[in-house]
């Protein structure tokens, strides 16, 4: 079963989200048989390489409320991210462009550590206050999470993995996904927000049956003996 997760690296409600469905596939019976890819989806694609100012300066400017309500809402959201195992830190963070992340995510996912990049992208933002539109910073990022250095360099430097992240967003545009996180189950199922883990293990568990429905076999010329509508065959 394939699973495909659009998100972004400086979403905190994606984060959230990785961990209530890390939890559900800690619960599901098939687990062994799933594969997880991480898709591409930019917040803000316009952003600069590195913008000015701090997180809730740029919130309340966006939403038009006081840098106390700001504030208040990153405190809600931390409380929310505690209980799911993050330790956010708001007040660090140092937003910017993220289309290079999304690249690193796709060498990540063709040398067989994406999840782990996508975590170690995930804390360094909206923990460590890493700067995560600045190239040199993605290599060293990059390189703790199990990518060689040189090589993340080297595509950062040019235009690889582009393609793949733009045919990532034309993707979730064909799907009508308009937030993240979006969890998208065998192309069948689609799952909206960081849902909790029960709601997540129901939805695998449903995708699951209809992927691999139960077969009844009966031997040739007989049918088995049973018991319905209130009698029994003798």
Known sequence: MKVEIWSDVVCPWCAIGKRRFEKALAQFAHRDEVEV??????LDPAAPQEREGDLAEHLASKYGVSREQADGMHRQMTETAAADGWEFHFEHARGGNTFDAHRLIHLGGERGVQDAVK????RAY????????????LVRLGAEAGLDADEAREVLASDRFADEVRADERQAQAFGINGVPFFVIDRTYGVSGAQPA????EVLDTAWEKSHPR????????DGDTCADGSCSI
Do not use: C, K
Request: proline share 6%; glycine share 8%.
């Open 37 to 42: 890819t991480w898709r591409s989806f930019e």
């Open 119 to 122: 975590e170690r992208l995930l």
């Open 126 to 137: 909206l923990t460590e206050g890493e700067r995560i539109g600045d190239p040199e910073t």
């Open 198 to 201: 029960e709601t997540l293990v």
């Open 215 to 222: 077969q009844v076999l009966t031997p040739a010329g007989r």
